[in-house]
């Protein structure tokens, strides 16, 4: 049981210096924000590929195409709680506020600004 702890203390610590391995990424959306991704993508896939919707959400595409690809739909108490930290490393990044918008410029959704959670009436 020593040796196990050890190897995976050193394997752990290997793991942080070389980047992470193939954790998943931070959360940058929140759910909302993913479900509007998928619909872009359903209802226009012509006005909406993979570039321009990582491009208008703000992500990369590696990130738009785990969100098109995953289907789960978590309990409503995880959902807020991944919420919270989207909305945490909105507002830690420069230019706090983000915004689609449609070929002819019309706003089509702004990820709201937090202060680590949703706005007043979420609960």
């Known amino acids: 049981r020593v040796r196990r702890r050890r190897v995976a203390a050193r394997m752990e610590r290997?793991?942080?210096?070389?980047?992470?391995?193939?954790?998943?990424?931070?959360?940058?959306?929140t759910w909302?924000?993913?479900?509007?991704l998928r619909?872009?993508?359903?209802?226009?896939?012509?006005?909406?590929?993979?570039e321009r919707l990582a491009q208008g959400f703000g992500?990369?595409?590696?990130?738009?195409?785990?969100?098109?690809?995953?289907r789960g739909c978590p309990s409503p108490r995880r959902r807020l709680r991944q919420d919270r930290r989207a909305l945490s490393a909105v507002a830690a990044a420069p230019g706090a506020e983000r915004e689609v918008r449609?070929?002819?410029?019309?706003?089509?959704?702004?990820l709201p600004r937090g202060q680590g959670g949703?706005?007043?009436?979420?609960?």
């Open 118 to 123: 949703p706005g007043p009436g979420a609960q």
């Open 102 to 110: 449609a070929p002819d410029g019309t706003l089509l959704y702004r």
């Open 39 to 50: 619909f872009l993508r359903q209802e226009l896939p012509e006005e909406w590929p993979l």
């Open 14 to 29: 290997l793991r942080r210096e070389l980047g992470g391995g193939r954790r998943a990424p931070e959360r940058v959306l």
């Open 59 to 70: 992500v990369s595409t590696e990130v738009v195409r785990r969100v098109l690809r995953s």
């Open 32 to 36: 909302q924000a993913m479900e509007q």
